[in-house]
């Protein structure tokens, strides 16, 4: 089946870092990929939109300077906290989507940690 | 605009007893609609799905969910539960239709009792 490879799955940094997330589609093409955010007991809420080849779709109340987005390839994307602080402290989750399925429209990866200290 | 709600926070069920999660949605058109476990830590892996046909839709691990148009409903159930079961367990609808992004709920944790 269709696999999401997202990496690092734990990282912990200090205050000021910029962190970078990945997220690969190991063996189905993404023209879209999703990245989400989980807050400790919370939902996963829609971050952003990634589209190949193309700027990311961002949510309402999401800075897109501080969530850089880049979808290079059909394979990868990635998410770039730039300047962490502690309140950026969550877990993300990407998903892709295999432009060739519609059955199952996404992909979960399983996700990234993120602490910052 | 399109939601979705997940009345019950956390249930606890004792293994080997039936278990009925229950998820209501609101959505302009005909909803694409999917049910996710997480396990701590982890990602989401999808139980089963609803596009369109058969409104009784069976997943894997023995789940399946009933489709109910006129009561905006979308419950998950499983006739018996495993220790194994125990997760979080998130309902999902389709805002753009099977290729659009998805609008989750809040989230149903599950405790099984032995």
């Known amino acids: 089946g269709a696999v999401v490879s997202q990496h690092p799955s734990r990282v912990i940094c200090k205050s000021g870092t910029s962190v970078k997330i990945e997220c690969r589609s190991l063996?189905?093409?993404?023209?879209?990929m999703f990245w989400y955010r989980q807050f400790p007991k919370q939902s996963l809420m829609l971050m952003a939109t990634?589209?190949?080849?193309?700027?990311?779709?961002?949510e309402q109340g999401v800075e897109k300077d501080k969530f850089l987005i880049n979808h290079a390839s059909l394979t990868l994307s990635t998410l770039t906290v730039t300047s962490a602080h502690p309140e950026d402290s969550s877990f993300y989750i990407c998903s892709a989507r295999d432009r060739r399925n519609r059955d199952q429209p996404q992909h979960f990866g399983d996700g990234t940690r993120l602490s910052i200290l | 605009a399109q939601s979705v709600t997940q009345p019950d926070i956390h249930i606890t069920v004792s293994e080997g007893a039936s278990l009925e999660l229950r998820c209501n949605y609101s959505y302009g058109a005909t909803p694409y609609l999917f049910w996710y476990v997480q396990s701590p830590g982890q990602g989401l892996q999808l139980l089963l799905k609803?596009?369109?046909?058969?409104?009784l839709v069976q997943g894997i691990k023995g789940f399946e969910a009933e489709f109910k148009r006129s009561q905006s409903s979308f419950n998950l159930r499983k006739p018996s539960v495993h220790w194994r079961d125990a997760a979080e367990y998130f309902c999902?609808?389709?805002?753009?239709?099977?290729?659009?992004?998805?609008?989750f709920g809040k989230g149903t944790k599950l405790s099984v009792k032995p």
């Open positions: 999902a609808v389709g805002a753009g239709g099977s290729q659009g992004n998805l609008i």
């Open positions: 063996d189905f093409q993404a023209t879209t």
């Open positions: 990634s589209n190949e080849g193309s700027k990311a779709t961002y």
């Open positions: 609803y596009f369109s046909g058969d409104t």
